[in-house]
């Protein structure tokens, strides 16, 4: 009987997959909050958009978190307080800018710590698994 081997481990999705993953949602974010009407209150705006940087900086690198958080305030920054498309430098465009990056921090700490949980309570690698191919026949 043969015997596989494995071990789970829960690696971070790679950075350029979850940089895509980061760009789809926050044009979604972004959307959305321009069709809610927060461009006259773009706190607002950085609800989904927060949302988004979260999410995905649970499940990617550093550096994907901190290009997820840039690539949502970038959205912020032209479509919601600047509404021409064009990246704006403003008190309130710092404002975001921060915000964003804190919850990319916050949000990759909290899913470093959720997959180093995962990590511990699988079994050590080497037990044994039985293949599908060797599973006892019930059929007979």
Do not use: K, Y
Not at 37 to 64: F, Y
Not at 73 to 99: K, Y
Not at 124 to 131: D, K, N, V
């Amino acid at each position: 009987m043969a015997t596989i081997t494995t071990s789970r481990t829960s690696a971070p999705m790679p950075t350029g997959i979850a940089s895509g993953v980061g760009f789809a949602g926050a044009i979604v974010a972004t959307i959305l909050a321009v069709a809610v009407g927060s461009t006259h209150d773009p706190l607002w705006a950085l609800v989904p958009l927060g949302v988004v940087t979260a999410g995905v900086a649970s499940v990617t690198s550093w550096t994907g978190a901190v290009v997820t958080a840039w690539i949502c305030w970038s959205l912020d920054s032209g479509f919601v307080l600047g509404r021409e498309a064009q990246l704006t430098f403003s008190p309130a465009a710092g404002v975001a800018a921060l915000t964003l990056v804190a919850v990319a921090l916050a949000g990759g700490l909290v899913g470093r710590w959720v997959r180093m949980e995962r990590t511990a309570r699988v079994e050590p690698a080497g037990q044994p698994i039985q293949s599908a191919n060797e599973a006892p026949d019930n059929f007979s």
